[in-house]
């Protein structure tokens, strides 16, 4: 796109603050255009179809369609001769798995709603000539590198299965038949070695990772 070429935004929201507060924001900007308002996703898909935006800037968190399905119907019925939008998603959520995500669906960048008005205008900008932008507090968690594999002995992934079954330290104690206070100092050993703060951080590591006991 040519750089004295308007940039043609689609607003997709289900705040009406939020999307009149972005349109004052964005309208301020000489080379932006916002074309049209969306109140929900199929909505947004609606008024993407009716105005051929060139870029989609939508939230995730809408009512019955989320954001990310938005992103997916709008690739998925893009075309060669009519291509899907740039989408830049504008979110209240820090987590980089919904950053993740919209960038798997086809997002090309996601920001936090409450990023400064110059770093929203800094990512379309940036969408616009052909790159990525994802704010800096996401990116950092989204790309930090994958930690080192933790090597358990058998009987700490005996234990951790079990937690991760909901099982408390007396009932782990009777399913493998040591003492409770075996079970306690094992539970140390996993909190140590898998870098966990909490007995929180633990039961939710082992549902995610904890494998099933040999019978």
């Avoid at 809408?62 to 893009?78: D, F, Q």
């Amino acid at each position: 796109m040519s750089t004295n070429t308007s940039i043609r935004i689609l607003l997709v929201d289900d705040h009406p603050l939020v999307l009149e507060g972005l349109v004052a924001r964005l309208d301020a900007v000489p080379q932006f255009q916002v074309v049209g308002e969306a109140g929900d996703a199929l909505q947004g898909l609606a008024r993407a179809a009716e105005l051929k935006p060139d870029l989609v800037l939508t939230d995730i968190g809408m009512r019955e369609v989320n954001g990310i399905e938005l992103i997916r119907r709008l690739m998925a019925r893009a075309t060669p001769a009519e291509p899907a939008p740039i989408v830049l998603v504008l979110s209240m959520y820090d987590d980089p798995e919904y950053a993740r995500q919209a960038l798997a669906a086809g997002a090309r960048g996601y920001v936090l709603k409450d990023s400064p008005s110059t770093e929203i205008i800094a990512a379309i900008n940036t969408l616009v000539a052909g790159g990525t932008y994802i704010s800096p507090g996401v990116a950092q968690r989204l790309f930090r590198p994958a930690p080192a594999r933790v090597e358990l002995s058998e009987r700490e992934t005996q234990i951790l299965g079990l937690i991760g079954q909901g099982q408390s330290s007396k009932q782990i104690a009777r399913t493998l038949e040591i003492s409770v206070r075996t079970v306690e100092t094992h539970r140390l050993n996993l909190h140590r070695k898998l870098d966990l703060s909490g007995q929180a951080d633990l039961i939710r590591y082992a549902v995610e990772h904890g494998r099933q006991p040999p019978r």
